[in-house]
Nanobody
């Protein structure tokens, strides 16, 4: 069983930075692909960023290029069972509940952008960007 807990969401202003994190209690964290998704009020959940396990080398990351390109960075610290989402130059459109998710089945290949691929989810952390 995997339990994911997000933290670090807050109320910030346009242009600010913040770094939500997600910690896993599962023993399989280091071999799990991980992802960040977000859901704004009235909108569908969307892929934000993902990162491979990095078992065979440096973890590879992927982003929703249309919405967060060049502003967000995903990273992981396997020693702490934690992933991070560095959010820079935030915009009003970044306001959403941010969820982390774990994909335990993927071993090789690219990060999955489909939420259905991820088996475990956190409860979410709220990010509100005000002008």
């Amino acid at each position: 069983q995997v339990h994911l807990v997000e933290s670090g969401g807050s109320l910030v202003q346009v242009g600010d930075s913040l770094r939500p994190s997600c910690t896993s209690t599962g023993r399989l964290f280091s071999s799990s692909y991980m992802g960040w998704f977000r859901q704004a009020p009235g909108k569908a959940r969307e892929f934000v960023a993902g990162i491979t396990a990095g078992i065979t080398g440096t973890p590879r990351s992927a982003y929703n290029e249309d919405s967060v390109k060049g502003r967000f960075t995903i990273s992981r610290d396997n020693a702490k069972n934690t992933i991070y989402l560095q959010m820079n130059s935030v915009k009003r459109d970044d306001t959403a509940v941010y969820y982390c998710a774990a994909d335990l089945k993927s071993i090789l290949g690219p990060v999955a952008r489909n939420a259905a691929t991820y088996e475990y989810w956190g409860q979410g952390t709220q990010v509100i960007v005000s002008s």
